[in-house]
């Protein structure tokens, strides 16, 4: 965030509205807090999707939730010897995994979408 802040402070625009007479306030929020939230926005969204797969990882290896805590990583472990007789138990917990963190993503990509319009070509 702060590098981003600092990029965004030394624009042109930045510039001209100090050269009004803006309040810094006025700059903060106005100018450089809507330049910046998007890339924040984007890196929050890929980082709840790599918490996701680390946990699911860990109770996987054994380290996260025990047993009788429902955790996706968990039952896939205990699909393991399920695998050849009935593998749809361990491909919904694979699916979830996946879907959620795909959708963290998607959502990540789509705030950005909306909060930086591109210029149409």
């Not at 309040?23 to 998007?38: G, V």
Request: hydrophobic share 50%.
């Amino acid at each position: 965030m702060r590098g981003q802040t600092l990029a965004v402070r030394e624009q042109e625009y930045i510039r001209a509205a100090v050269a009004v007479g803006a309040t810094s306030s006025r700059i903060a929020f106005r100018h450089i807090l809507p330049n910046t939230i998007a890339p924040v926005v984007v890196y929050s969204s890929l980082q709840i999707g790599s918490a996701i797969i680390r946990l699911a990882s860990l109770s996987f290896l054994g380290f996260g939730a025990q047993p009788p805590e429902p955790e996706w990583g968990a039952m896939l472990n205990a699909a393991q010897s399920w695998l050849g007789t009935a593998p749809h138990i361990s491909i919904v917990p694979g699916v979830a995994i996946v879907s959620l963190v795909v959708a963290f993503n998607l959502v990540g990509d789509g705030v950005r979408d909306a909060v930086v319009p591109r210029a149409s070509a």
